[in-house]
């Protein structure tokens, strides 16, 4: 498998890297009969520090990869090698660490999840997409909660929120499904100008054939999913769970078992039959254009 670290923009990083890596060891401890809690003890680490290496939840000490691999009696030079530099690899930095000062590490673990997708389904009732933000409208939103912050670093969320979007234009782009509701797109953020240009930016986007949108109506009334805004993320090595992931005000939810994702797939499939399909979107976001925001 040809995947190495992202360096210089969004990709395939370290955190889909750990993900891999903690999962061939789950399966090495499975097949040779050895617990958490024993594996845990070889390397001077509790049962849980071994539950979420294996969900590549936390870096890789290479002599702990290397002393549960001979735990595991994972004997051959090439095997271990591989899996060796595997962790080394997993520990690069993604393009992400230069943004850390604005950056909470609740939020890091989400960018490298999202580089590494090949399919974002998302679900929105608040704001428009981040990685369909324009640079106005996403400053309009980091202003929304960071309104206290200097001038500098307003300009840095801003930016990272851009950088963000470089993975939507890469050579092999993931596809990204997004779910809006109405009032997303009639909510004024950043006045009427912004908003027109939000708007128009939409509309531009739909062309993309790697990018698909719908809007949830008001006449829609309630839905599947009105508890609030989550995102699906879907990996192409078929070894990676899918991830559910739902942000809050100063942390997040990973969600990865089977009951949970069943979940929200299903909450996700009804949305986007309660929503106009997606070749009336252009249509719709138009007549929000001359509804209220006419250039």
Known sequence: MAMGPAEGGPGSGPTVLRMLLGAQLRRLRESSG?????A?????ASESKISRMELGRVGFKERDVADLLTLYGVTASEEREALLKLAR????PGWWHRYGDVLPSWFQSYLGLEAAAVLIRSYEVQFVPGLLQTREYARAVVLLGHGRAAPAEIERRVALRMQRQRLLHRER???LWAVVDEAALRRPIGGPRVMRDQVAALIEATKSPNIRLQVIPFAAGGHAAAGGAFTILRFGDQELPDVVYIEQLTSALYLDKRDDLDYYAVAMERLCVEAEPPERTPEILGGILDDLYPG
């Open 34 to 38: 050895v617990t958490r809690e024993g």
């Open 40 to 44: 845990g003890w070889e390397i001077r």
């Open 89 to 92: 690899d997993a520990n690069s």
């Open 173 to 175: 782009p993931p596809q």
